[in-house]
């Protein structure tokens, strides 16, 4: 039963023929196993309808139920969705849902999209003279095309216009986008009339398209201006991709495109720029990540605001600091800057952005910025600038000896983030090398033995993927060290159990009547003979969960796996402990399952800080998975497996930096010569107290380069590759946790007083948390805040005690910039 069965029946039911044709097109646009998104904006009340399916032919009578209830049209995504998404709506339909598909969630791109669409006012269906005419352009679109060689489309009614549906075969990217866009354009340039223009907002992934079969159903159904349906009118036997050649053909004949409408913002030199990124965070607006765009940058939305139909729209930040917003739909032509923030705030009533007008606004009137624009304009990039940037990919410098080898071999062949792909070879690598080899630091050993995590969304980010080829590879080193790869992080003792040493049990040994006992001791359990253990943990999520058990010894476990290797349990009943266990953790989690599980204590503790936190998301679009299995049977692939069996085991004993990379690293008598004095300088909030460890585990990065070169000491291109591993992971760090203190008290805090500019009394600070939190409480907060240099008061004089009024301070952000 479909979960609409609860809408009214509008008491319509579609024909044989309008079932008939619904069938015909959704099977002609489905591929086996591949999931489609259908969708009802603006279902009553603008809410939304949506649902995914794999199943064709339930897409189907889904969608004659929708055609039945007469809603104004019924959509469906044309490229292929992730497949994860099914569990969303699995197969069926739900009323005004949350999250539609973005463009992250696309596969694939599957088709060159042309909508031509006649020209006339909103709201209202096409006259049939119109119509006519948007179909005649197709075809005269199509025959032209045609003798350019390209392949024949599907040809298509909207109801009110026309759609030709060219395939295609591209990845999901950038580029594509690009591609896309510009073909959109050129034919726009090249065909449109006075009566019928060709949508160049149609160029963006996710894009939705009408159900044929359907009824487009805008105004009023009268006689001038009907509703029709739409169709399919001409589909070819078989679908021809167009080359990319041909598509690059028709993308060089695009005419440029003015900017976008853009206002100046007054310049703040002491405080950086504004954060555009973080503002679209926190109004909840989906988004691709920043590109670069004429010395500045694009942020692509997953849909126009107000408007869920249209898809395309882009944020624009200039490169001295302008920013600009278009959305390339015919219909929203025209809205700019001042007219996105104007309803992206009047939309969030939540934020307290909301009181005030966007920055430096021109005025309607005047065609200046608006009074007070500057003072309000401060008070937005206050609350606002506080989220770094996606991290760079790694750098030249990581990709070196075998490590480089084998990302170059497999990646290719794989969608995972080649960053984290290398980032995890380097944790399997130091785990498989066992406690041979140690470098010193003070008097603490540290082995090559490392704890890392991949960040990134559910599924899209490849987390997972990134592991498969290691695995590939270290199976033809030692196979019985892949075979014991564990999971299922759920309490200390577990840990211990995993790499515990033999157990002995005394026992009374039986010496006849009168005579005095005697015990001995005897095997219980023979323990675990390799030590080396390597927890691959693909829903992190759930140890960090784990953790919050009253009484779960996890945490303090896995710190003394990190730090020395002997390992116990003072829980009772609990024989197990370890010596010399060698444990390294690959976890995988989404950003903002991390944020939510994190605790406080955990920060604190020192167990966040045991990780390399490293962003990962999806570098390709491989529909059939790659050839990877062609690489594991490569000559390359099986020297690389001989070169890393020859130094497995070559070096033991202590590793010391020679004078080259001591240079770089820095010397007792120079702390401010070197890089340690950089890696070891304090940090603050969530983000400091996840680095905080950052010269340690360099150290053990440039270890474990050392030991994949074979060789008894750390050079200076060991140390290079391993800072550069690090800085990436640095920046994951802080594009992750921004400079959020992880304590929720003084973080609201801290946030409600960046957004007040005149600051907030002690009264007003307990009015956030509608007085629920207690004196002690908010007083602990505020101390929290003024001890890490992020707030200060200042006394007023009442007419009994002085009033504390309290003010944010500003610092260095985590970005490095003025803030």
């Known amino acids: 039963m479909s979960t609409l069965d609860a809408i009214p ?86 009323k ?194 920043a590109v670069p765009h004429k010395g500045g940058r694009k942020f692509v939305l997953a849909d126009c605001l107000g408007n869920p139909s249209h898809q395309g729209a ?97 990646e290719p062949h794989t969608e995972a983030d080649p960053s984290f792909m290398l980032v995890q070879f380097l944790i399997f690598a130091g785990n498989i090398f066992g406690r041979n080899a140690f470098v010193w630091a003070g008097a603490d050993q540290h082995y090559p033995n490392l704890f890392g995590c991949g960040v990134g969304p559910t599924a899209a980010g490849r987390k997972g993927s990134a592991s ?82 009253q009484g779960n010894t996890l945490s303090p476990v896995m710190r003394s796996a990190f730090d020395k290797g002997n390992l116990n349990s003072m829980v009772k009943n609990s024989p197990a402990k370890a010596t010399g266990a060698h444990i390294s953790i690959v976890g995988n989690i989404t950003k903002e399952e991390l944020l939510r599980a994190m605790l406080v204590d955990e920060m604190d503790n020192g167990f966040a800080n045991r990780f390399l936190w490293a962003c990962s998301r999806r570098s390709k679009c491989l529909p059939e998975g790659g050839r990877m299995w062609e690489v594991i049977e490569s000559e390359p692939f099986r020297e690389l497996q001989k070169d890393f069996n020859r130094i497995h085991y070559a070096v033991k004993g202590p590793v010391r930096r020679d004078a080259d990379a001591s240079d770089i690293w820095g010397y007792d008598d120079k702390p401010d010569a070197g890089i340690y004095g950089e890696l070891t300088k304090e940090r603050h909030g969530m983000y400091g107290a996840c680095t905080a460890r950052a010269a340690a585990l360099t150290l053990r990065l440039s270890l474990i380069y050392a030991l994949l070169d074979g060789a008894g000491e750390i050079r200076k291109e060991h140390l290079i590759a391993a800072l550069e591993v690090w800085r990436y992971c640095d920046d994951s760090a802080k594009y992750i946790f921004g400079d959020a203190l992880g304590d929720p008290t003084a973080d609201e805090i801290l946030r409600a007083l960046r957004a007040a500019p005149a600051g907030l009394a002690r009264t007003e600070i307990a009015a956030l948390f509608d007085r629920h939190k207690s004196v002690a409480e908010l007083s602990r907060a505020l101390t929290v805040l003024h001890n890490r240099g992020l707030a200060r008061f200042e006394l007023q004089k009442t007419k009994g005690r002085p009033a504390e009024r309290w003010h944010a301070v500003w610092q260095e952000a985590p970005t490095g910039e003025a803030r």
């Not at 392949?151 to 909207?158: C, G, V």
């Not at 390799?530 to 927890?535: A, N, P």
């Open 96 to 289: 005004y849902v949350e999250y539609t598909t973005s463009d992250a969630d696309i596969v694939c791109r599957r088709w060159l999209p042309v909508d031509l669409d006649p020209k006339r006012p909103a709201g209202i269906s096409s006259s049939d003279a119109e119509h006519a005419a948007a179909l005649e352009l197709a075809r005269r679109m199509r025959d032209a095309l045609a003798a350019e060689g390209w392949p024949e489309p599907i040809f298509a009614d909207s109801g009110n216009g026309a759609h030709l549906l060219y395939p295609i075969e591209l990845p999901n990217d950038a580029e594509a986008t690009e591609l896309v866009k510009r073909c959109l354009r050129a034919l726009a340039a090249g065909f449109n009339t006075d009566l019928v223009a060709v949508d160049e907002g149609v160029y963006n992934a996710a894009r939705i398209f009408k159900v044929y079969g359907t009824t487009a159903r805008k105004g009023d159904n009268t006689a001038d201006r009907p509703h029709r349906v739409s169709r399919i009118l001409e589909a070819p036997s078989s679908l021809i991709p167009v080359p990319i050649e041909l598509l690059h053909q028709l993308a060089a004949q695009a005419p440029e495109k003015s900017a976008a409408r853009v206002v100046a913002m007054p310049q703040r030199p002491e405080r950086g720029t504004f954060d555009v990124e973080r503002l679209l965070i926190e109004h909840g607006v989906e988004f691709q990540p």
């Open 468 to 549: 498969g080829p290691a695995q590939l590879f270290f199976k033809g080193i030692d196979e019985d060290w892949v075979r014991s790869i564990q999971s299922g992080l759920s309490s200390g003792e577990g840990l211990i159990w995993c790499v515990r040493d033999p157990i002995y049990r005394r026992e009374k040994v039986s010496q006849g009547k009168g005579k005095p006992a005697e015990y001995e001791e005897v095997l219980v359990d023979p323990g675990v003979e390799d030590k080396r253990l390597l927890v691959h943990e693909s829903e992190f999520f759930g140890a960090l969960q784990a953790m919050r058990r």
């Open 9 to 94: 029946d509008a008491g319509v039911n579609v024909t044989g023929d309008v079932a008939d044709e619904i069938r015909r097109a959704i099977r002609y646009l489905s591929r086996p196993g591949e999931v489609g998104e259908v969708r009802v904006p603006k279902a009553g009340r603008n809410r939304t309808i949506s649902g995914y399916f794999s199943d064709p032919e339930r897409m189907a009578q889904e969608v004659e139920g929708l055609e039945a209830l007469h809603f104004p049209g019924v959509y469906r995504t044309l490229n292929p969705v992730n497949a994860a998404l099914l569990a969303r709506a699995d197969d069926k339909l739900k």
């Open 314 to 410: 882009a944020v624009f930040e200039g490169a001295d600091g302008t920013l600009g917003f278009h959305c390339f739909h015919n219909s929203c032509q025209g809205r700019g800057w001042r007219e996105f923030r104007s309803h992206l705030e009047s939309s969030d009533v939540s934020s307290a952005l909301a009181q005030f007008p966007a920055p430096g606004a021109v005025s309607a009137t005047s065609g200046e910025p608006d009074s007070g624009s500057a003072r309000v304009e401060d008070n937005a990039a206050s609350m606002f600038q506080r989220m770094a940037p996606y991290p760079a990919p790694l750098g030249e410098d990581a990709y070196y000896g075998i490590a480089e080898r084998f990302v170059r071999l497999v």
